[in-house]
């Protein structure tokens, strides 16, 4: 078990979820890496990257789709000429 499944588990435990809903899959961690990435490198400010994906976090946590969402955290990215070109 990795760290992010083990702090998961923890997290769900003081919630009183099931830890399983918390588990980030490995596509689910290159996508997330990826746009904290494109947060960071278009936004000129690194500490974007782990606000974007708390904001994600919650639009997942309320219904949104991951994909749907990355698509439009790179389409704003590419709007301003500033993204990055992957979708």
Known sequence: ????QQISERIAAVCGQDSAALFVTPDQARELLELAGVAAHTSGNRTN???L????????????ALSELAKTVREAA????????KS
């Not at 078990?1 to 992010?4: A, D, H, K, P, V």
């Open 1 to 4: 078990m990795n760290w992010l």
């Open 78 to 85: 590419n709007a301003n000429g500033l993204g990055s070109s």
């Open 49 to 51: 990257a782990p606000l």
């Open 53 to 64: 994906c708390y904001v994600l976090g919650l639009a997942v946590g309320r219904g949104a």
